[in-house]
């Protein structure tokens, strides 16, 4: 009875180790976003950049897994489907990036946006010419204490 107890024990357990997902890449990398967790199959991202493509770095738990869709991928402004599949045998897996392609702000001129420091260094630099220039000319007026 306990032999047949275990064996029954034994088979409910086979689905769940045949089920079980078998990851064929150790990892997934996106330029300019970094390592992607690979508990799934599907991500949405976001890259600003002035390129018009991006480097996907895949690493197989193998050499015997080949890889398709990873390197230099181009993209476009807006969203992109980035399709990446790796087979081994019989076994396919499939992982797509929704990537969401964003340029930089520019100012008027095109020229990406640098925030206030330019203008802020310059009236800076300006007000401190003007305390130097005072200072030097009221010198010989400051009286010794």
């Not at 390592?35 to 991500?43: D, T």
Request: charged share 20%; no cysteine; net charge negative.
């Amino acid at each position: 009875m306990k032999k047949i107890m275990v064996m029954v024990i034994a088979l409910m357990f086979v689905p769940l180790v045949v089920s079980a997902k078998v990851n064929l890449a150790s990892s997934i990398s996106i330029d300019g976003i970094g390592e992607a967790p690979l508990n799934g199959n599907s991500w949405s991202v976001k890259l600003t950049t002035t390129l018009d493509y991006t480097d996907i770095t895949v690493t197989p738990i193998n050499d015997n897994v080949t890889v398709e869709g990873a390197g230099r991928v181009n993209i476009e402004e807006g969203n992109n489907d980035i399709t990446i599949t790796l087979k081994e045998g019989e076994t396919v897996e499939t992982y797509v990036i929704h990537m969401n392609m964003v340029r930089p702000k520019t100012d008027t001129d095109g020229n990406p946006e640098t925030g206030a420091f330019v203008p802020v260094m310059i009236i800076t630099v300006g007000i401190l010419a003007l305390v130097g220039i005072a200072f030097i000319g009221n010198k010989g007026k400051l009286k010794k204490i």
